[in-house]
């Protein structure tokens, strides 16, 4: 019998496992093969993949789907595919609220309903927020020293507003947005407001965290710790802030249904990035990402007593070309596992290890790649995580960097189902 991984390939380009089964043989499958319909969409076989690089991921071949909607054939089978191509593409925190009126559009962000220019998209809307939330006198104060010296959040902007201006012709409707490929930088940009509007739109960001984000100094800190609880509130989680630095204690504990974990966030610092002092030197600085050290000083923030969850992004050019077990701070991670079976435990005090590389700052030109990310599991974890849990940050690591205004997607899909009118 041969062990088969099915892996769905998302819009951002990551791979999801989407479970396992054994078959008699190692050809059960071939590229364009439709893998079954579920939910209005077809499992569509890209590749499959055997030998080596199947083994190293632990199975004897490899299926990669992509989720593609059926064609419907009859108005019952159409309805009921719009029905579902409705459902949001990402998780979110919580669903947009908006609603257009006299010529305002009006957004709700939690508790809070903002008044807004009709022609304002919804990522001008994050961006315009992330700047109310880090505040008025603090941005008049960035804006009046020369550009190389302001924060980089404003550095990244500037750029985002000369790539807009160049792109716009003098024939364009000034009230009609103007479509670019984003460079790293803006992607960068755009993640954070993103992150800071599923935040303040499922809770209040603690004032001390955006803080630590107004101060170049503790900046990579605290973008890491909100893009890690943003991505909890988006998995449905709420969040404790822990502020007590009186001893160690972690980041935040994120509850979901009577599940309590607790979170704790390390980001790579690199002279030179993301506001570091110092210019970045590739020939002086080896690429290691110091793993095994982020996660060892990590591990005494654990509280006890309740599963305990690291994240640590190691801060380093993205490589969309290099398979993600080949990657170097992948298998630097590996080590650090098989350094620690070796040892002996028969606990693991920590419940998994998350690694991401959310580097899209390295990136200059024109259309930045997917961010990474890998989550491993303890193998004899004191409190497990559940494995819905596992699941659903799985799929919010594989969509962490999409951002889509539901919006215009539903939009979209109505303007194909003219038959079932608004």
Not at 153 to 174: C, F, G, Y
Not at 248 to 260: L, Q, S, T, V, Y
Not at 314 to 328: A, I, M
């Amino acid at each position: 019998m041969f062990s088969y991984g099915y892996f769905v390939k998302l819009p951002s380009g990551r791979l999801v496992p989407a479970g396992q089964d054994w078959g008699p043989t190692d050809s059960n499958f071939k590229p364009g093969d439709i893998r079954g319909v579920k939910n209005g969409t077809e499992g569509f076989i890209l590749a499959v993949v055997k030998g080596e690089e199947a083994k190293r991921n632990g199975f004897d071949v490899i299926v990669i789907i992509e989720e593609r909607p059926v064609k419907a054939t009859n108005m019952f089978e159409r309805s009921l595919q719009m029905k579902n191509e409705m459902r949001p593409p990402r998780l979110t925190s919580r669903p947009q609220i908006q609603a257009d009126f006299q010529g305002k559009k009006f957004r709700a962000v939690r508790n809070t309903v903002h008044i807004r220019p009709q022609e304002e998209t919804f990522y001008d809307f994050q961006i315009n927020m992330l700047l109310w939330t880090l505040g008025e006198t603090w941005f008049n104060a960035e804006m009046a020293k020369p550009l190389p010296d302001r924060h980089i959040i404003l550095q990244w902007r500037h750029e985002r507003n000369e790539l807009l201006r160049s792109n716009r012709k003098p024939e364009d409707d000034p009230k009609q947005p103007v479509r670019v490929t984003l460079t790293g930088n803006l992607r960068a940009l755009q993640v954070l407001a993103d992150d800071i509007y599923q935040l303040e739109h499922a809770l209040k960001t603690p004032r001390k965290i955006i803080a630590r984000l107004r101060d170049p100094r503790q900046f990579q800190g605290a973008r890491y710790e909100i893009a890690v609880a943003s991505i909890f509130a988006r998995c449905g989680f709420t969040i404790d802030f822990i502020d007590d630095r009186t001893k160690r204690n972690p980041e935040f504990i994120a509850e979901r249904d009577g599940e309590r974990i607790a979170v704790e966030a390390k980001s790579r610092h690199r002279t030179g990035v993301l506001q570091q002092p110092g210019r970045v030197n590739k020939a002086a600085e080896p690429a290691s990402a110091k793993i095994k050290h982020h996660f060892e000083e990590a591990l005494q923030q654990n509280p006890g007593g309740l599963p305990f969850l690291v994240f640590i992004d190691v801060n380093l050019p993205l490589t969309p070309s290099v398979p993600h077990l080949e990657k170097d701070w992948v298998r630097e991670a590996m080590k650090c596992f098989d350094d620690r079976r070796q040892e002996g435990r028969t606990e693991d005090p920590d419940s998994g290890l998350v690694l991401t590389n959310f580097g899209w700052h390295y990136f200059r030109d024109p259309g930045a790649p997917p961010g990474e990310a890998i989550a491993t599991h303890s193998i004899n974890p004191t409190y497990p995580i559940k494995q819905e849990t596992w699941q659903l940050l799985d799929r919010c690591l594989g969509e962490y960097g999409l951002i889509i205004d539901q919006e215009q997607h539903e939009k979209n899909i109505r303007a194909r189902y003219p038959e079932f009118g608004k």
